[in-house]
C-alpha cells in the first residue's frame, strides 16, 4: 500500500510539471543511449581472445632486434627454433606454438576452382592446445602430419559444396604453386570476428620442411619469419621471466651479439593484442587502445552531464515542494518516509528514462552499426557480458543512482516545516553554490568535447588534403598470378601482360612492385655506404622499371629504372635507387650522389637516381630512408592507373587479358585508395563517434540550461512585471536573468582550454605528421558553446519577458 501511494505521487508529481519533466527525463535518455551505444562499441574491442579458456596465461613473444645502437626490428617475428628452445630452458612454459603466415595471398585450388585471398596459416600440433578454435570434425592431433590441414566450416562450404563435415574429411587441395596435394584432416568451427588470430585454413606446420631435413625448423640463422606463443603455467609471473631473455638471448645469439646485433625477448599478453600493437609486419586484426579508451571518457562525461542534468533541475525545484514537504511532516511523516518517497521518484525517473533509451538504441542500432564497421547488438553485448564486467555495471549503476537520487532526496526531505508553512522559505545559499558547480562542471566538459571534436576534425582534414607526395587515384591493383611459375620467362610475360594492358583505352599506365602504397615495407640492415664500416638501416622496395612514373613520384637525380636493369639472375641485378631520406642518411647530395656505391651484406649496388620522398604508409608514421631495387617479382601485384571512365567496363577487358596471360590463376582487385585510406579506419571511425556524441553531451547540456533558465524566469515572474511597470525594457530584463547563467558558461569556456589542451596533445602523439593547433582552434569552438548556451538562456526568459505585466503581476 505504501509503495503503491509512493507510485501515486510519483506520477501526479512528474504529471503536474510536464515541460520539466520531460527536459528532465530527456536529458537522462539522451545520455543512457549514448552510453549503452558506446558500451555496446567499447566491450566488443575489449573482448577480443576472451573467449580462450587460458587467455591470461598466454602471451606473444616479441622480438626487438639493435642493429650498432640502432634499432632495425621491432615486431614478432623471429627464427623458427625460439619458442621451443624458451620451453626447454624455462620451467615457466607449459607450452608452445609456432605459427607462419605465408608471404602474399594465399591461393587455394579446390574442386578444380582457383580461390585467392583466403587467410591460410601453417601451425604446429600445439596450436589448438594453447588456444581454444573448436572443431566440429576431426582431431587436433592431426596437425602432426606433413600435407594435412583443418578447413573452417564457411571454407569447407566454399571449396566442397553443402556437405556434412564428418565427410568432407579426406577431401583434397592444393595451396600455392605446390603439386603435391593438402588432404583435409578436420574442420573447424569459423573463427570468432573478436579473434586478433582470423583464419580460413590451418596447414601443418611440419609441411615446411623435409623428416630428414630439420634446418628450417631448428634454425636460429635464417628465416626469421615464424610466430611463437607460449601458455606459461598459471600464477607465473611474465615480467620475471622476460628478465630471463636476458641471458637467453646471450646464450643463443652470440654470432650476432659479435656483429653489434642484439636481441631483446619480450612477452605480449594474449588480451593486450588487439589494442595496444605497434608492431612491424602486423598480423592481426588490431585497433586502437588509445581510442578505445578516449570513448570511454566520453561515455563518462555524458553519463555525468546527464546526472549533473537531473540533480540540478530536481533541487531547483526545491521552493515548489516545500510545501509539500512542510504539509506532510505536520501529517506526521518522518525524514526517513520522506527520503523514500523521493528516492522512489528518482528510481522511477531513471528507470523510465533507461527502458527509453533501450528503445532508442534499438530503433538507431542499424546506423550505429554502421558508424563502427560491425553487427553489434544490445542483447549480444549483455549476453557476453563476464562476472567482473556486471560488477562494475552495478557498481557505476548505484553509485549513479546514489548521487542523481539521494542527494535530491536529503536536500528536499530535510526542510523545517514550521519555517516552510509560515511563507518564510528560502533558497539555500549553499544548494544554490553547488548547483552553479555543477553547471560550471557539466559545461567544461561539453566544451572540452566539443575541442577536440573540433581537432580531430581539423587532423582528419589534414591528413585528407596533404600531398603525399604520389598518385594513388584512380589505381585498380590486380593480385599477382601466384599459380604461374617463376622462371627465366616470367620477366618477359609480365612486361609482355603490361603491354596488353596498356593498350586499352582507359589505361594510362602499368607497374608492379612488391608493395604498393600503404603496406609496410620490408626492412633492410647491413648498409654500408662505398667501403665504409658504419651500418645503416633503410627500408626497400622491389620496382620494375614503370613504378615512378606510374605514381608520379618526383626524380630529383639521374635517371629511373630501364627494363634491362631488371634480370632473372639476381646477381646481375646491379642498380639502385634511393629516396631524398636514404641521400641524408649516407651523407650524400645530389652532387655526389651518382655512382655511389652502396653495400647491402656482400651484394655491391650502383646509385643511378634519386626521388623525392613520398608516404608509403599513413600520416602515423614518418617518411623513412627508402632503397628501390628492379625487378619483376613473382609475389609483386600489378598497380594499373586508369582514366576517370567507366571503370566497369575497364575492369572486364583486365580480367579478360590476365585470364589469357595466366590461365589457372584466380583474377582479384581493388582499388589503391580505399586500400590505402583502411589505414585510417580507426581514425575515422573515432572522429564520427567523438562529433555524435559531443553533439549529444552539448544537447543535454542546453537542455538543463532550458530548465534552469526557464525555472529561475518563472519564480522571478511578479519581479519581471514590476520592473516592466517601472520602465525596464525587454532587454535589459533577458540582461539581467542570463547574466549569472552566461557567467558560468564563460568560466566553464575557461577551464575547458587546459583539459582539451592536454587530451589532444596525447592523441595527437599518435601521428608522425599532425596539426598544430593555433589559438583559433580553441577559441572556435568556446565561441560556438558561448553563443549556443546565450541563446538557449534568453529564448526560455524572453517567453517570461515579453508577457504582459498585469498577468505578471497577478502571478503567485
Given at each position: 500500500?505504501?509503495?503503491?501511494?509512493?507510485?501515486?505521487?510519483?506520477?501526479?508529481?512528474?504529471?503536474?510539471?510536464?515541460?520539466?519533466?520531460?527536459?528532465?527525463?530527456?536529458?537522462?535518455?539522451?545520455?543512457?543511449?549514448?552510453?549503452?551505444?558506446?558500451?555496446?562499441?567499447?566491450?566488443?574491442?575489449?573482448?577480443?581472445?576472451?573467449?580462450?579458456?587460458?587467455?591470461?596465461?598466454?602471451?606473444?613473444?616479441?622480438?626487438?632486434?639493435?642493429?650498432?645502437?640502432?634499432?632495425?626490428?621491432?615486431?614478432?617475428?623471429?627464427?623458427?627454433?625460439?619458442?621451443?628452445?624458451?620451453?626447454?630452458?624455462?620451467e615457466?612454459?607449459?607450452?608452445?606454438?609456432?605459427?607462419?603466415?605465408?608471404?602474399?595471398?594465399?591461393?587455394?585450388?579446390?574442386?578444380?576452382?582457383?580461390?585467392?585471398?583466403d587467410?591460410?596459416?601453417?601451425?604446429?600440433?600445439?596450436f589448438?592446445?594453447?588456444?581454444?578454435?573448436?572443431?566440429?570434425?576431426?582431431?587436433?592431433?592431426?596437425?602432426?602430419?606433413?600435407?594435412?590441414?583443418?578447413?573452417?566450416?564457411?571454407?569447407?562450404?566454399?571449396?566442397?559444396?553443402?556437405?556434412?563435415?564428418?565427410?568432407?574429411?579426406?577431401?583434397?587441395?592444393?595451396?600455392?604453386?605446390?603439386?603435391?596435394?593438402?588432404?583435409?584432416?578436420?574442420?573447424?568451427?569459423?573463427?570468432?570476428?573478436?579473434?586478433?588470430?582470423?583464419?580460413?585454413?590451418?596447414?601443418?606446420?611440419?609441411?615446411?620442411?623435409?623428416?630428414?631435413?630439420?634446418?628450417?625448423?631448428?634454425?636460429?640463422?635464417?628465416?626469421?619469419?615464424?610466430?611463437?606463443?607460449?601458455?606459461?603455467?598459471?600464477?607465473?609471473?611474465?615480467?620475471?621471466?622476460?628478465?630471463?631473455?636476458?641471458?637467453?638471448?646471450?646464450?643463443y645469439?652470440?654470432?650476432?651479439?659479435?656483429?653489434?646485433?642484439?636481441?631483446?625477448?619480450?612477452?605480449?599478453?594474449?588480451?593486450?593484442?588487439?589494442?595496444?600493437?605497434?608492431?612491424?609486419?602486423?598480423?592481426?586484426?588490431?585497433?586502437?587502445?588509445?581510442?578505445?579508451?578516449?570513448t570511454?571518457?566520453?561515455?563518462?562525461?555524458?553519463?555525468?552531464?546527464?546526472?549533473?542534468?537531473?540533480?540540478?533541475?530536481?533541487?531547483?525545484?526545491?521552493?515548489?515542494?516545500?510545501?509539500?514537504?512542510?504539509?506532510?511532516?505536520v501529517?506526521?511523516?518522518?525524514?526517513?518516509?520522506?527520503?523514500?518517497?523521493?528516492?522512489?521518484?528518482?528510481?522511477?525517473?531513471?528507470?523510465?528514462a533507461?527502458?527509453?533509451?533501450?528503445?532508442?538504441?534499438?530503433?538507431l542500432?542499424?546506423?550505429?552499426?554502421?558508424?563502427?564497421?560491425?553487427?553489434?547488438?544490445?542483447?549480444?553485448?549483455?549476453?557476453?557480458?563476464?562476472?567482473?564486467?556486471?560488477?562494475?555495471?552495478?557498481?557505476?549503476?548505484?553509485?549513479?543512482?546514489?548521487?542523481?537520487?539521494?542527494?535530491?532526496?536529503?536536500?528536499?526531505?530535510?526542510?523545517?516545516?514550521?519555517?516552510?508553512?509560515?511563507?518564510?522559505?528560502?533558497?539555500?545559499?549553499?544548494?544554490?553554490?553547488?548547483?552553479?558547480?555543477?553547471?560550471?562542471?557539466?559545461?567544461?566538459?561539453?566544451?572540452?568535447?566539443?575541442?577536440?571534436t573540433?581537432?580531430?576534425?581539423?587532423?582528419?582534414?589534414f591528413?585528407?588534403?596533404?600531398?603525399?607526395?604520389?598518385?594513388?587515384?584512380?589505381?585498380?591493383?590486380?593480385?599477382?598470378?601466384?599459380?604461374?611459375?617463376?622462371?627465366?620467362?616470367?620477366?618477359g610475360?609480365?612486361?609482355?601482360?603490361?603491354?596488353?594492358?596498356?593498350?586499352?583505352?582507359?589505361v594510362?599506365?602499368?607497374?608492379?612492385?612488391?608493395?604498393?602504397?600503404?603496406?609496410?615495407?620490408?626492412?633492410?640492415?647491413?648498409?654500408?655506404?662505398?667501403?665504409?664500416?658504419?651500418?645503416?638501416?633503410?627500408?626497400?622496395?622491389?620496382?620494375?622499371?614503370?613504378?615512378?612514373?606510374?605514381?608520379?613520384?618526383?626524380?630529383?637525380?639521374?635517371?629511373?629504372?630501364?627494363?634491362?636493369?631488371?634480370?632473372?639472375?639476381?646477381?646481375?641485378?646491379?642498380?639502385?635507387?634511393?629516396?631524398?631520406?636514404?641521400?641524408?642518411l649516407?651523407?650524400?647530395?645530389?652532387?655526389?650522389?651518382?655512382?655511389?656505391?652502396?653495400?647491402?651484406?656482400?651484394?655491391?649496388?650502383?646509385?643511378?637516381?634519386?626521388?623525392?620522398?613520398?608516404?608509403?604508409?599513413?600520416?602515423?608514421?614518418?617518411?623513412?630512408?627508402?632503397?628501390?631495387?628492379?625487378?619483376?617479382?613473382?609475389?609483386?601485384?600489378?598497380?594499373?592507373?586508369?582514366?576517370?571512365?567507366?571503370?566497369?567496363?575497364?575492369?572486364?577487358?583486365?580480367?579478360?587479358?590476365?585470364?589469357?596471360?595466366?590461365?589457372?590463376?584466380?583474377?582479384?582487385?581493388?582499388?589503391?585508395?580505399?586500400?590505402?585510406n583502411?589505414?585510417?579506419?580507426?581514425?575515422?571511425?573515432?572522429?564520427?563517434?567523438?562529433?555524435?556524441?559531443?553533439?549529444?553531451?552539448?544537447?543535454?547540456?542546453?537542455?538543463?540550461?532550458?530548465?534552469?533558465?526557464?525555472?529561475?524566469?518563472?519564480?522571478?515572474?511578479?519581479?519581471?512585471?514590476?520592473?516592466?511597470?517601472?520602465?525596464?525594457?525587454?532587454?535589459?530584463?533577458?540582461?539581467?536573468?542570463?547574466?549569472?547563467?552566461?557567467?558560468?558558461?564563460?568560466?566553464?569556456v575557461?577551464?575547458?582550454?587546459p583539459?582539451?589542451?592536454?587530451?589532444?596533445?596525447?592523441?595527437?602523439?599518435?601521428?608522425?605528421?599532425?596539426?598544430?593547433?593555433?589559438?583559433?582552434?580553441?577559441?572556435?569552438?568556446?565561441?560556438?558553446?558561448?553563443?549556443?548556451?546565450?541563446?538557449?538562456?534568453?529564448?526560455?526568459?524572453?517567453?517570461?519577458?515579453?508577457?504582459?505585466?498585469?498577468?505578471?503581476?497577478?502571478?503567485?
Amino acid at each position: 500500500m505504501m509503495w503503491a501511494n509512493y507510485l501515486k505521487t510519483a506520477v501526479r508529481n512528474q504529471l503536474r510539471n510536464k515541460a520539466f519533466s520531460a527536459i528532465n527525463i530527456s536529458g537522462l535518455v539522451i545520455g543512457l543511449t549514448a552510453c549503452l551505444f558506446i558500451y555496446q562499441f567499447v566491450s566488443f574491442e575489449w573482448s577480443y581472445d576472451r573467449f580462450h579458456s587460458k587467455s591470461d596465461q598466454i602471451y606473444r613473444v616479441i622480438d626487438d632486434v639493435d642493429y650498432q645502437g640502432k634499432q632495425i626490428q621491432h615486431g614478432t617475428m623471429t627464427y623458427p627454433a625460439v619458442g621451443a628452445l624458451m620451453a626447454k630452458d624455462y620451467e615457466e612454459i607449459a607450452l608452445h606454438t609456432r605459427m607462419l603466415v605465408p608471404f602474399g595471398e594465399s591461393i587455394v585450388k579446390a574442386n578444380n576452382q582457383v580461390y585467392l585471398g583466403d587467410k591460410c596459416l601453417f601451425v604446429d600440433e600445439h596450436f589448438l592446445s594453447v588456444f581454444d578454435f573448436p572443431l566440429v570434425a576431426g582431431q587436433p592431433s592431426v596437425l602432426q602430419e606433413k600435407y594435412t590441414a583443418i578447413l573452417s566450416e564457411s571454407m569447407a562450404k566454399k571449396y566442397f559444396g553443402q556437405a556434412d563435415a564428418q565427410s568432407l574429411i579426406g577431401k583434397e587441395f592444393f595451396w600455392s604453386t605446390e603439386p603435391t596435394p593438402y588432404t583435409v584432416k578436420a574442420i573447424a568451427k569459423d573463427v570468432p570476428e573478436n579473434s586478433h588470430l582470423q583464419f580460413d585454413v590451418l596447414i601443418s606446420y611440419a609441411s615446411l620442411y623435409h623428416p630428414d631435413n630439420r634446418s628450417f625448423e631448428e634454425s636460429l640463422t635464417e628465416k626469421p619469419y615464424v610466430r611463437h606463443y607460449l601458455l606459461l603455467h598459471p600464477e607465473t609471473d611474465d615480467q620475471v621471466l622476460e628478465e630471463k631473455f636476458i641471458a637467453f638471448s646471450q646464450r643463443y645469439f652470440t654470432a650476432d651479439k659479435a656483429v653489434g646485433k642484439v636481441h631483446a625477448f619480450t612477452l605480449q599478453p594474449l588480451k593486450q593484442v588487439h589494442l595496444y600493437s605497434d608492431y612491424a609486419y602486423e598480423y592481426a586484426q588490431t585497433s586502437s587502445g588509445k581510442v578505445v579508451w578516449a570513448t570511454v571518457w566520453i561515455a563518462g562525461i555524458i553519463l555525468v552531464i546527464a546526472w549533473i542534468n537531473y540533480i540540478n533541475l530536481t533541487t531547483s525545484r526545491s521552493l515548489d515542494r516545500a510545501k509539500e514537504v512542510g504539509v506532510r511532516k505536520v501529517m506526521g511523516a518522518n525524514a526517513r518516509q520522506l527520503l523514500k518517497q523521493f528516492v522512489f521518484e528518482s528510481v522511477l525517473v531513471t528507470t523510465l528514462a533507461l527502458l527509453a533509451a533501450v528503445l532508442l538504441v534499438l530503433l538507431l542500432q542499424k546506423p550505429f552499426n554502421a558508424i563502427v564497421d560491425g553487427d553489434r547488438s544490445l542483447w549480444t553485448t549483455f549476453a557476453a557480458l563476464d562476472p567482473k564486467s556486471i560488477i562494475i555495471l552495478v557498481a557505476a549503476s548505484i553509485i549513479g543512482l546514489a548521487l542523481s537520487g539521494f542527494y535530491p532526496a536529503f536536500i528536499l526531505s530535510s526542510f523545517q516545516p514550521v519555517t516552510v508553512l509560515k511563507g518564510k522559505f528560502q533558497r539555500s545559499a549553499k544548494g544554490q553554490f553547488m548547483r552553479k558547480i555543477l553547471v560550471v562542471f557539466q559545461f567544461t566538459a561539453a566544451c572540452a568535447l566539443v575541442t577536440a571534436t573540433f581537432m580531430v576534425s581539423r587532423q582528419m582534414e589534414f591528413m585528407r588534403k596533404k600531398d603525399m607526395g604520389i598518385a594513388i587515384g584512380n589505381t585498380m591493383v590486380v593480385s599477382p598470378p601466384m599459380r604461374t611459375l617463376f622462371d627465366s620467362t616470367y620477366q618477359g610475360r609480365m612486361k609482355t601482360f603490361k603491354h596488353a594492358l596498356q593498350d586499352l583505352s582507359q589505361v594510362v599506365s602499368v607497374t608492379t612492385s612488391s608493395q604498393i602504397p600503404g603496406a609496410r615495407p620490408y626492412t633492410t640492415s647491413d648498409i654500408r655506404l662505398n667501403e665504409g664500416q658504419e651500418r645503416y638501416t633503410a627500408n626497400q622496395l622491389v620496382v620494375d622499371e614503370d613504378f615512378f612514373t606510374n605514381y608520379e613520384v618526383k626524380l630529383l637525380a639521374g635517371r629511373t629504372f630501364a627494363f634491362s636493369d631488371c634480370n632473372f639472375d639476381w646477381n646481375k641485378v646491379k642498380n639502385i635507387i634511393i629516396n631524398r631520406s636514404a641521400m641524408s642518411l649516407f651523407g650524400l647530395n645530389t652532387e655526389n650522389v651518382l655512382d655511389a656505391k652502396i653495400y647491402i651484406g656482400d651484394k655491391e649496388w650502383t646509385v643511378v637516381g634519386v626521388v623525392e620522398n613520398f608516404h608509403q604508409q599513413s600520416l602515423h608514421t614518418a617518411i623513412e630512408p627508402m632503397l628501390f631495387t628492379p625487378d619483376y617479382g613473382p609475389f609483386n601485384p600489378t598497380s594499373v592507373k586508369l582514366t576517370g571512365g567507366d571503370h566497369p567496363a575497364s575492369i572486364r577487358e583486365i580480367k579478360t587479358l590476365f585470364e589469357k596471360f595466366f590461365p589457372d590463376n584466380a583474377f582479384q582487385y581493388y582499388f589503391l585508395e580505399d586500400q590505402f585510406n583502411k589505414q585510417y579506419n580507426d581514425d575515422r571511425k573515432f572522429s564520427t563517434l567523438t562529433k555524435v556524441f559531443t553533439i549529444l553531451s552539448v544537447i543535454i547540456s542546453c537542455l538543463g540550461l532550458i530548465g534552469l533558465s526557464t525555472y529561475t524566469a518563472i519564480q522571478r515572474t511578479k519581479e519581471i512585471g514590476i520592473r516592466k511597470v517601472l520602465g525596464a525594457s525587454v532587454m535589459s530584463i533577458i540582461a539581467l536573468l542570463s547574466i549569472d547563467f552566461i557567467k558560468l558558461v564563460l568560466v566553464a569556456v575557461v577551464l575547458s582550454v587546459p583539459l582539451a589542451y592536454f587530451g589532444m596533445e596525447e592523441w595527437l602523439s599518435r601521428y608522425a605528421y599532425r596539426i598544430n593547433p593555433g589559438v583559433l582552434v580553441y577559441v572556435m569552438p568556446m565561441g560556438g558553446i558561448l553563443l549556443i548556451a546565450a541563446g538557449t538562456i534568453c529564448g526560455q526568459v524572453l517567453k517570461t519577458a515579453k508577457r504582459d505585466p498585469v498577468s505578471t503581476l497577478k502571478y503567485e
